[in-house]
């Protein structure tokens, strides 16, 4: 690997967490089916599309729906979670965010989002964050959910950077496993025992600088 030349982020967990949102929208969802979903549940849906979630979830509370219903239920948890989403602020924007992007900009390093949320731009303008990112590949841009490299591949071309002078930035195994499938070096953000397969993993962006991005060129 030459010197690091763009960082692509993941959303949800890396930037802003938007975790707890999801979690409140799918349990009024369990709730209005009369079942409860847990904390200890949701741990199941983290990195997962939204039909398969449905599915994980429509297993706990053993209820039986067809397609149909599945697609309104689904485009109601996603209703649910955006009545949320559009009350976001600055304020919600993990620790050490802006500092970090605004440093990767200082040395000329290229940012593009990398995320499997179709409500992407919608927070990223929530946060007033979109000026950073010189692309963004999100849900509505993707065909292939992570583990599968297609969102970080398609951030490298449009930045028009190679794979190997990336670094991505996950909070999900499934992410850091697409960031490893698409050639790209890793930053693991969250626990070691979780995202031990990254070259590097740290607690946030608040942990992150020149120094440790350096590191990764090997």
Not at 27 to 32: C, F, G, T, V, Y
Not at 56 to 77: C, D, F, N, P, R
Request: proline share 2%; glycine share 8%; with cysteine.
């Amino acid at each position: 690997m030459g010197k690091v030349k763009a960082c692509l982020f993941d959303l949800d967990g890396v930037i802003v967490d938007t975790a707890k949102y999801h979690y409140i929208a799918w349990k009024e969802l369990a709730n209005e089916m009369g079942f409860d979903f847990t904390l200890e549940d949701n741990e199941r849906l983290k990195g997962v599309s939204r039909m398969t979630s449905l599915d994980i979830l429509l297993s706990i509370g053993q209820v039986e729906k067809s397609e149909e219903e599945k697609v309104a239920l689904a485009t109601k948890k996603n209703e649910n979670y955006l009545t949320y989403i559009l009350k976001m602020g600055p304020e919600e924007i993990l620790p050490g965010t802006k500092e970090f992007l605004e440093l990767l900009q200082k040395e000329n390093i290229k940012i593009a989002l990398g995320s499997a949320s179709k409500n992407a731009m919608l927070i990223l303008e929530r946060l007033k964050l979109t000026s950073y990112f010189e692309a963004i590949i999100d849900g509505t841009s993707v065909a292939k959910a992570k583990p599968d490299p297609e969102v970080f591949i398609k951030g490298a071309e449009a930045l028009g950077v190679q794979a190997e002078d990336c670094v991505v930035f996950e909070d999900a195994e499934a992410g850091v496993e697409a960031a490893l499938a698409g050639g790209m070096k890793c930053v693991g953000i969250g626990k070691e025992d979780v995202l031990g397969k990254a070259h590097l993993v740290v607690d946030g962006l608040h942990k992150m600088s020149m120094q440790k991005l350096g590191l990764l060129n090997d």
